[in-house]
């Protein structure tokens, strides 16, 4: 009988997961409502080309209503630490009545700063706020709002204006941001974690560090 190596990888299996959330960064997005109060939506679908950032979106959420109408928006990056103020927006929804396709257990909430336990804080480019607290804080505009393939999200590509950064996670003397200080929450599976000790890095590094 053949077997394995000892040391052979073990076979692949094929599943069907019910998300791909393989582990990216939660972002909070602030939009304008029609009444010009402010929406706060946490979301984990979003990627950075350049000084693009994408996002992608559920159809039917007060987030994707407003930036067809106003395109205005700021993309603020919790820290590990804030998990549970964003488990507190998860519930919730701008929309009134809640649209059928939210999970249930969400509910409409006008005000999800103060349900959050989050503080608003002005921005300089937009009219939504940025949440306090964040340690990175992008003031953006949507240029294009579109239909995913399957037509049942949205994605948005938004230019990124004007970033804030919390000192502590910038390099002294540079506008970097520190790997080692940056400890962004991650989102994997529908789990929240941080990041683990530093491996190693790219040979495309800009960042200055000890010893290199």
């Not at 000892?6 to 959330?21: G, H, Q, R, T």
């Not at 700021?74 to 998860?90: D, T």
């Not at 509910?107 to 990175?136: I, Q, Y």
């Amino acid at each position: 009988m053949d077997t394995a190596p000892p040391d052979a990888p073990a076979a692949s299996v094929e599943i069907e997961p019910a998300i791909l959330y393989f582990g990216t960064p939660v972002v909070l997005l602030s939009t304008e409502n029609e009444d010009g109060s402010f929406n706060l939506a946490p979301i984990s679908s979003a990627w950075a080309l350049g000084w693009t950032v994408v996002l992608g979106l559920g159809r039917e959420g007060q987030t994707a209503r407003n930036l067809a109408a106003r395109p205005d928006l700021v993309i603020s990056l919790p820290s590990a630490g804030q998990w549970r103020a964003v488990e507190r927006l998860a519930p919730l929804t701008g929309r009134f009545p809640v649209p059928p396709t939210k999970p249930a257990g969400c509910r409409f909430e006008p005000d999800k700063f103060a349900a959050a336990g989050l503080t608003p804080e002005p921005s300089r480019h937009v009219r939504p706020p940025r949440v306090a607290g964040c340690p990175l804080q992008l003031e953006a505009r949507a240029e294009r709002v579109r239909p995913d393939a399957a037509g049942s999200f949205v994605v948005v590509e938004a230019a990124v204006r004007t970033v804030h950064a919390d000192p502590a996670v910038v390099v002294p003397g540079t506008d970097h941001v520190s790997p080692a200080a940056w400890r962004p929450l991650i989102y994997n599976f529908r789990h929240y974690f941080g990041l683990g000790p530093e491996l190693g890095h790219s040979y495309r590094t800009r960042t200055p560090t000890a010893g290199r």
